[in-house]
C-alpha cells in the first residue's frame, strides 16, 4: 500500500513539471501536500532514476528542478 502511495506521488510530481516546467521543492510540497523535507525526498529519488534533473542555477538556496528536455525553459528564470 505505502508503494502504490509513493508511485503515487512520483507520478503527480512528474505531471506538475509536464504541465509547469522547472520548478522548486516548495512548489512540489504545496502541490503534493507534503513537508518540503519529503518533497525534497521525492525529488531526489526522481533524479536517482533519471526521470528528473537538477539545475546549478539557484532561487536562494534551492537548485531548480526540471524534467529531461525542459532545459531551455531555465532562461525564464536567468534574470
Request: aromatic content about 10%; hydrophobic content about 45%.
Amino acid at each position: 500500500m505505502v508503494q502504490k502511495n509513493a508511485l503515487e506521488i512520483k507520478e503527480k510530481i512528474l505531471e506538475f513539471f509536464k504541465a509547469n516546467g522547472p520548478s522548486l521543492p516548495v512548489h512540489i510540497a504545496k502541490e503534493t501536500d507534503l513537508s518540503i523535507l519529503f518533497a525534497s525526498a521525492f525529488l531526489s529519488e526522481l533524479i536517482a532514476e533519471k526521470k528528473l534533473k537538477y539545475s546549478s542555477m539557484k532561487i536562494g538556496n534551492s537548485p531548480l528542478y526540471f524534467l529531461p528536455g525542459q532545459e531551455n525553459l531555465l532562461e525564464n528564470f536567468s534574470e
